[in-house]
C-alpha cells in the first residue's frame, strides 16, 4: 500500500474550502498534505445560502463553535421553507424541518392522522409540526437547549448564511490546520501515461504535483470533464428550468426564521433573509422567459432597495457521469446540480466528502472503492432529483405554459413509483432516506394535493375517542410552547448581538 501523501483542490468556492476544512479536520498534516488552488480572477459562483440541518451538523463535526461562526457568517435561523403558489395560485404549505407528531405507541403518528381525517378531524397536519407553529409565529429558540421531552426538544433547524462569508471563514479554518492555499489560473493539467492526473500548472508557470486531485471548480469541471472528458447526464427533461437571476437586497424588518420559495409563471423565486441582507434570485426556464424579462420579474418581486446589480447564472441540472475517475474526485457543482429548491448542493457536498473518507484509497485507487462511491452518489442525486420534481409534477396550475408542461410533465420511473405507493397508504419506499425524513415526503405530498387513499388497519387497534384528546394534548403543547418563545429577530439580538 503507498498512502496518499498530498491532495490538491481546484478551486475555492463553498465546495472547495469545505473540501480543504474537512480533510484538515480528518487527517494530520504531517500525514496529509492539503494544498488549495483558485483563482481570485475567475471567482466564485457567490451564492448557495439556503441549507438543511446536516450543514449544522458539519460545523459541531468540525469543532466549530456555532455561536462564533453565526456572528461570522451573519447567518439566521431556517425552520423549513414557506411554498406559494405552487398546487394553485393563492395556496401555500410549508415543509418544516424535525418531526410533526409523535408516536402513538407502536402507531406511526401519520397514519393516525390519517384515520382522524377520514372521520372528519378538523386538523391540519402542519399544526403538529413545532417548526411549522415556530415559523408561523417567526419564533425561534434552539431544540438543544430545550428539554428533549417537550415538543421543541426533538425540533430541527438549519441556517441561512453568507456564502462569500463561509468560504472566507472556512478558508481561515482550513489554513490555522496548515492547508495550503496558492492563488492562480490553473491553465494546463498535466497526465501520467495511465491517464491520472499528475500536476498542474499555474499561469505564472508554476507547477504543483499532488497523488490526488479534487475538483471544486464548479461549472468549469476544469479536471473532471475538461481533463478526463467525463460525460453530463442532463436531466433538463424533469427539471425545465436553466437559469437563475440572482440580486440581493437591504433587509426590511426582521428576518423570518425561513426560506421563502415562491412559484412564479416560468419557475420560482427565492427569498433568504440574513442578519445583514437578504438574497433574492429567480430560476426560470429559458424557454419561457429571456433574461431581461425574469431580470425585470424578480426586481418586481423584492421588497428592499437593492444593493448589487442582478447577476444571470446558467445552469443545466443533471449530473456526471462517474463522480470519482482516477486519482480525481469531483465535488461541488462539478460534479452535478439540481436547482436549489430544497437548498441541497453544499448537503451534497458534505455527502460526497463524508463518502470520499470512509472510502478514502491509497495511490492506486482500487476501482471497487471508486465503484461503490460513484454509486453511493448517483443515488444520493437521485434520491434529490425526485423530491424536487414532487414538487413539480403535483401542480394543478394550468395559468402558463411553463406550468402546464409542468402537470404533464415526464417524471422519473422511480418518483412514480414512490407516488403510487404513497397514494395508497401513505407508506414511503425502502431506502428512502437520510435527508428527506417521512415527516418531509408527507409535507410535500399533502401540499400538492396528495393524501392517501387509505390509512393503516393496524390504527383501527386505536379507540377514535382517545385520538381525539391526543391530538387536542399535542396541539395545545406546541402551542403554549411557541408563545413563550422570542421573536427570531429577538433571539439574534439577544444572542448573537445581531440586526
Ligand atoms: C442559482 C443558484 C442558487 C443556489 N442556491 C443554493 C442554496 O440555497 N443552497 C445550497 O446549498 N446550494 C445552492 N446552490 C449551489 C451552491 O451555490 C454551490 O453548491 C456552492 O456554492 C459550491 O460551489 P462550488 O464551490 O462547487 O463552485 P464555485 O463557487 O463556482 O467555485 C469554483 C472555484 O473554482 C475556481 N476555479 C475554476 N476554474 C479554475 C482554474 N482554471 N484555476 C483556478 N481556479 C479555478 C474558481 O475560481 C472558484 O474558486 C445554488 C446554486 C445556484 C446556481
Redesign the pocket.
Given at each position: 500500500m503507498k498512502p496518499i501523501k498530498k491532495i490538491v483542490i481546484?478551486?475555492?468556492?463553498?465546495?472547495?474550502?469545505?473540501a480543504a476544512s474537512v480533510l484538515a479536520h480528518d487527517f494530520r498534516p504531517d500525514v496529509l498534505e492539503v494544498e488549495l488552488?483558485?483563482?481570485?480572477?475567475?471567482?466564485?459562483?457567490?451564492?448557495?445560502?439556503?441549507?438543511?440541518p446536516p450543514?449544522v451538523e458539519l460545523i459541531k463535526n468540525l469543532g466549530i463553535d456555532e455561536q462564533h461562526f453565526i456572528q461570522s457568517v451573519h447567518a439566521t435561523f431556517k425552520l423549513g421553507i414557506e411554498f406559494p403558489d405552487w398546487h394553485q395560485v393563492g395556496e401555500s404549505y410549508f415543509h418544516p424541518f424535525g418531526w410533526i407528531g409523535t408516536r402513538f405507541g407502536m402507531h406511526d403518528f401519520y397514519q393516525v392522522w390519517l384515520k382522524a381525517k377520514s372521520k372528519g378531524h378538523p386538523s391540519e397536519l402542519q399544526t403538529f409540526a413545532p417548526c411549522s407553529a415556530m415559523a408561523r409565529e417567526r419564533r425561534f429558540f434552539l431544540p438543544q437547549e430545550a428539554p428533549k421531552t417537550t415538543p421543541l426538544g426533538s425540533a430541527g433547524y438549519a441556517l441561512h448564511i453568507d456564502?462569500n462569508l463561509v468560504?472566507k471563514y472556512l478558508r481561515q479554518y482550513a489554513e490555522d490546520r496548515k492547508v495550503k492555499r496558492t492563488e492562480?489560473?490553473?491553465?494546463e493539467v498535466r497526465q501520467k501515461e495511465d491517464g491520472s492526473i499528475a500536476s498542474?500548472v499555474?499561469e505564472s508557470g508554476q507547477e504543483i504535483h499532488g497523488d490526488f486531485f479534487v475538483d471544486?471548480?464548479?461549472?468549469?469541471a476544469?479536471l473532471i470533464e475538461k481533463t478526463l472528458g467525463i460525460g453530463y447526464e442532463d436531466w433538463l427533461h424533469y427539471l425545465p428550468c436553466d437559469r437563475?437571476v440572482?440580486v440581493q437586497t437591504e433587509n426590511l424588518g426582521e428576518p423570518v426564521p425561513y426560506?421563502m420559495s415562491t412559484a412564479r409563471e416560468e419557475g420560482w423565486s427565492?427569498r433568504?433573509p440574513l442578519q445583514h441582507r437578504t438574497?433574492n434570485?429567480y430560476?426560470y426556464s429559458s424557454e419561457y422567459c429571456s433574461d431581461d424579462e425574469a431580470t425585470g420579474k424578480l426586481l418586481g418581486y423584492v421588497d428592499g432597495k437593492t444593493i448589487i446589480e442582478p447577476s444571470i447564472?446558467p445552469?443545466r441540472a443533471g449530473v456526471r457521469e462517474s463522480f470519482w475517475h482516477k486519482n480525481c474526485v469531483s465535488?461541488?457543482?462539478?460534479?452535478g446540480?439540481i436547482?436549489?429548491l430544497e437548498?441541497?448542493?453544499?448537503?451534497?457536498?458534505v455527502r460526497g466528502l463524508d463518502f470520499l473518507l470512509r472510502l478514502f484509497p491509497d495511490q492506486h485507487c482500487d476501482q471497487a472503492l471508486i465503484d461503490e462511491y460513484n454509486r453511493r452518489m448517483r443515488m444520493e442525486y437521485e434520491l434529490i432529483r425526485d423530491f424536487i420534481v414532487l414538487h413539480y409534477c403535483l401542480t394543478q396550475r394550468e395559468d402558463t405554459p411553463f406550468w402546464k408542461r409542468c402537470k404533464n410533465m415526464e417524471i422519473p420511473p422511480s418518483l412514480a413509483e414512490t407516488i403510487e405507493l404513497f397514494r395508497a397508504h401513505g407508506t414511503l419506499r425502502e431506502g428512502v432516506g437520510e435527508l428527506w425524513t417521512a415527516s418531509s415526503w408527507q409535507s410535500i405530498f399533502e401540499g400538492m394535493g396528495i393524501r392517501p387513499e387509505n390509512y393503516s388497519a393496524r390504527v383501527d387497534n386505536l379507540d377514535y375517542t382517545w385520538i381525539e384528546s391526543k391530538l387536542t394534548e399535542m396541539e395545545s403543547a406546541i402551542n403554549g410552547m411557541v408563545r413563550n418563545l422570542p421573536t427570531h429577530g429577538q433571539f439574534l439580538r439577544d444572542r448573537f448581538g445581531a440586526i
Open positions: 481546484v478551486g475555492g468556492g463553498s465546495s472547495g474550502w469545505i488552488v483558485e483563482s481570485e480572477q475567475l471567482g466564485t459562483i457567490g451564492v448557495g445560502e439556503s441549507t438543511v450543514f456564502a468560504a492562480g489560473l490553473v491553465t498542474l499555474l471544486c471548480t464548479g461549472f468549469y476544469l437563475a440572482a426560506t427565492w433568504i438574497g434570485g430560476v447564472i445552469f465535488i461541488g457543482l462539478s460534479s446540480f436547482e436549489p437548498a441541497t448542493a453544499l448537503h451534497v457536498v
